[in-house]
């Protein structure tokens, strides 16, 4: 992974290589999240707050919280540098 890469750009390849979506959108929502006290902290230039839609077959069978917990634990080294909170929306194939 290129180190001068985004962190939206970060989270699409991991998540891409993990669950081989047939969607996924990411949004970044930092900018609406500027004026907290814990962004303003984290500094970052932003790249703090997502929007992420994803619908995988990777999750099938599994229930909301399972999916959540697997994209979380996916993401768990940009949480760690940075990445404060997701807003996710996870759909299994055989939902669709």
Known sequence: MNNNSTRADRIREILERELAPT???IHDDSARHAHH???KALGQG???HFNVAVTS???DGLG???RHRLVNTLLAPEFESGLHALS????AEESV
Do not use: C, K, M, Q
């Open 88 to 91: 996710l929306v996870l759909e």
């Open 57 to 59: 077959a990777r999750f």
């Open 37 to 39: 006290a814990s962004a």
């Open 46 to 48: 932003g790249e703090t």
């Open 23 to 25: 969607h996924l959108e």
């Open 64 to 66: 909301r919280i399972a």
